[in-house]
């Protein structure tokens, strides 16, 4: 059975740019969630995907958007990056309504310049 | 808004010892809790959680303690090791979709 898996593992971005970030979900788990975690601090939710729809979404603005696919695999859009977004970019999957079985990635790590 | 929140953001002990890491919450509507270990470089590994129809609950050399009257969650860790440096977090949740953290407590282990 394999993990979350996110990609890429690091990266640098300029002020104003776009990034996209990846991830693949467990094996059978149905549930996409993003969570930004700033440095010396704990996850904040952004949101969370199910059956390739918007299931929910924490107090991040709009230029924060994602897709789940059919595999259930998911992106993370950011579309004009401000310094605040440098941050560890989380990702965790599960079967909806199940925190027992929710298994995070490893993140990517996000630098705006 | 509401939070969850760790006591105290650093935590030193002696390998062997006991640790306990303490949490406040203040979602008096929140259901279900949890303890994440964070290591460098990792995302948060599950610990053990926690109902909030109960008060106690019991793991491998870990025990979480739930107080709702007062809004608090502990985590004992039983005999130290070296292993069991890391950030520790507290999550909590009243729904199906979103976990909410704490700052998190960073557990250095002394040899």
């Known amino acids: 059975e394999t993990g979350v898996t996110q990609s890429p593992t690091h990266l640098i971005k300029t002020r104003g740019q776009q990034v996209t970030l990846r991830c693949s979900s467990q094996s059978g788990h149905n549930t996409v969630s993003w969570y930004q975690q700033a440095l010396g601090q704990g996850p904040q939710f952004i949101f969370q995907?199910?059956?390739?729809?918007?299931?929910g979404r924490g107090n991040f603005p709009p230029r924060f958007s994602g897709l789940q696919f059919p595999n259930y695999s998911s992106e993370l859009n950011v579309n004009a990056l401000e310094l605040d977004d440098s941050a560890l970019y989380l990702c965790?999957?599960?079967?909806?309504?199940?925190?027992?079985?929710?298994?995070f990635g490893s993140g990517t790590r996000l630098t705006v310049v | 808004g509401e939070s969850v929140g760790l006591h105290l953001p650093t935590l030193s002990v002696q390998e062997g010892d006991n640790s306990i890491i303490n949490c406040a919450y203040s979602n008096s509507a929140s259901d279900y809790f949890i303890w994440y270990k964070q290591e460098s470089g990792k995302g948060p590994q599950f610990i053990i959680d926690?109902?909030?129809?109960?008060d106690k609950r019991q793991g491998q050399r870990v025990t979480v303690l739930l107080n709702k009257t007062v809004k608090h969650l502990s985590l004992q860790i039983a005999a130290t090791q070296p292993g069991d440096s890391a950030v520790y977090f507290c999550a909590e949740t009243d729904n199906d979709y979103k976990l909410s953290f704490g700052a998190g407590t960073t557990v250095t282990v002394r040899a």
């Open positions: 926690i109902r909030s129809n109960m």
């Open positions: 995907y199910y059956r390739e729809e918007e299931n």
């Open positions: 965790a999957s599960s079967r909806v309504g199940d925190y027992y079985g929710y298994t």
